[in-house]
Structures are given as C-alpha cells and as structure tokens.
C-alpha cells in the first residue's frame, strides 16, 4: 500500500518544475552571499540546519541499504563537492572575509543540476521515489558537508593571518 494514492503523485513534469525552481532559488541566494562578509557561523550553519532532514528516514519507504547509503555520500563528498570547493574563494576584505563570486560557480550549479536531473531518471527505474529522494539528500548533505568543511578551513586560515598581522604591528 502506498502512502499517497496514484493520483495524487506528482507527475514527474512537474518535478522537474519544482527541481528547476529550487535550483534557481539555490543560484539566486549563492550570488547574493557573494562579495559579502561571511563568518563561522554562516559557513557551518547549512550542514547543520540540512541534518534534520535525515529524519526522513524515520519512514520506512525512504530507507535505503547502509552500502546505497555510504556511496551516495561519498559521490557527493569526493565528486561533487571537489568542483564547488574549487570555484569558492575566500579573501580578506579590510578586516572582513568575503567570498568571491566565480564566474564558473553557477556553470557548476547547472551541471551538478543536470547530472543530478539524469541520475535522478536512472535510479527511479530501479528504486521507488522516496528512496531516490533519500540517496539524493545523502549525496548532497556529503557534498555541502565537504565544501563547508573546505571553507572553514581556509576561513580559519585568514583569521590566523589576520592575527598573526595585528600581533606583529
């Protein structure tokens, strides 16, 4: 028995609409936050607010394997969050750490989209939707972790110049 009813699934046109807009939605706040002064907190924020969504898997039908699951998280954090790393710089600005908009950043975003989009098509044929879902959550929550990570770490590493600066003046 289905939780939701045939006719009462979204039919898949109108996924791809709701994938389209989000990704729209995650490019328009991406080049917002660029240019501007960051700090730990906005850095670490996202991996912690997404890991509530790990509470999907409280429902049965979203449960994947434990192998499905360590995969996905490796795609996201070996494959996918290695291009995002590469293209988000952060400089000191003054006294503040911003990060630079690349032009190449919102190339990136499209493709992992479209990759995203067709491995998407591939994996419902053989898996339901709600553990589709799941995988992909748990490939992303790999790839944001990683690249929060990555920018911590050099965030961190202009705070230490920064120090290092005022301590010798």
């Known amino acids: 028995m289905h939780l939701f009813p045939q ?36 850095i670490i924020i996202p991996p912690f607010a997404m ?10 039908m979203t449960r ?12 996201g954090a070996l494959l996918f969050a290695y291009p995002l790393i590469r293209t988000s710089k ?14 190449a950043f919102i190339i990136i975003l499209l493709a992992l989209f479209v990759i995203r989009l067709l491995l998407h098509d591939v994996l419902e ?5 709600p553990q589709t879902g799941g995988l992909f959550f748990i490939l992303a929550f790999g790839m944001i972790l990683v690249w929060r990570i990555a920018m ?6 202009l705070q230490r110049e920064r120090k290092q600066e005022l301590g010798s003046k």
């Open 7 to 42: 006719s009462l699934q979204i039919p898949h046109f109108a996924s791809i609409l709701l994938s389209l807009l989000a990704g729209a939605a995650v490019i328009f706040f991406r080049l917002r936050a660029s240019n501007r002064p960051t700090s730990m907190r906005k």
């Open 51 to 60: 890991s509530s969504g790990f509470l999907m898997f409280v429902v049965p």
């Open 64 to 75: 994947v394997p434990w192998l499905w699951a360590l995969a996905a998280f490796a795609a």
């Open 90 to 103: 952060l400089e000191r600005s003054g006294e503040e750490i911003v990060l630079k908009r690349s032009k």
């Open 125 to 129: 044929a053989y898996i339901s939707i």
């Open 152 to 157: 911590l770490r050099k965030f961190n590493e």
